[in-house]
């Protein structure tokens, strides 16, 4: 998280240096990321650099992490629209999420991050919603979810329905940039894939 000193500076200097440094981290991953470049892009010193980022991970994962409570607040007003259909919602929202990864202003970002996955930034990515401050948006999904139509015996198994519809969806994120599919496919993909989810996989005895 950033440091205290970053949330004095005006709006227009925050949104300077995370504008630099989304184009850098657009440019390579992470792990090849400059600190020199995104300080000259920004025009601040090095040492102001470390006033307001520990690191170059502790900025790179502030931007993740805004991102996510953005995707997880639009994930909200979905569900509330379609009257509590997880499926559809999930659906909705990642329609949605083809178009901002492949927005060319966002390409690069999200291209880098998928394709140089590890633990932490998986965690990010999916919003981390167990976490405490997190918890407050996942705990507003659940109880908006209309349970009616859902094969599930408790709260316990829809937590299990969100982390396995996330994690398809995740991974078909992953797919579209490593294998650059073009969204009609990531989209067909991905709905026949919560198809199969959403009707079971197991044949009832008759």
């Known amino acids: 998280m950033p440091k205290q000193t970053f949330f004095h ?31 000259k892009n920004a025009g601040i010193p090095r040492g102001s650099f470390y006033q307001y980022f520990e690191d170059k991970e502790d900025l790179y994962f502030y931007l993740l992490n805004q991102l996510s409570k953005k995707n997880a607040e639009r994930f909200i007003s979905i569900l509330k629209e379609k009257d509590g259909d997880i499926f559809d919602t999930f659906i909705e929202s990642f329609q949605f999420l083809i178009k901002v990864h492949k927005n060319p202003e966002h390409k690069g970002f999200f291209k880098n991050a998928f394709l140089n996955m590890n633990y932490k930034l998986e965690n990010t990515l999916m919003n981390n919603l167990y976490e405490e401050s997190q918890k407050k948006q996942y705990f507003d999904i659940i109880h908006l979810i209309n349970t009616k139509n859902l094969n599930i015996k408790d709260e316990k198994d829809l937590h299990q329905i969100m ?31 919560m198809e199969l989810l959403k009707r079971g996989l197991y044949k009832e005895e008759h």
């Open 163 to 193: 982390k396995i519809a996330s994690a398809v969806t995740f991974h078909n994120l992953v797919h579209m940039f490593g294998k650059e599919l073009s969204d009609e496919e990531t989209l067909k993909n991905y709905i026949d894939q």
């Open 9 to 39: 500076l005006s709006k227009d200097k925050q949104e300077t240096l995370i504008k630099s440094a989304k184009e850098e981290f657009s440019r390579v991953p992470l792990h090849d990321a400059s600190i020199a470049n995104i300080i």
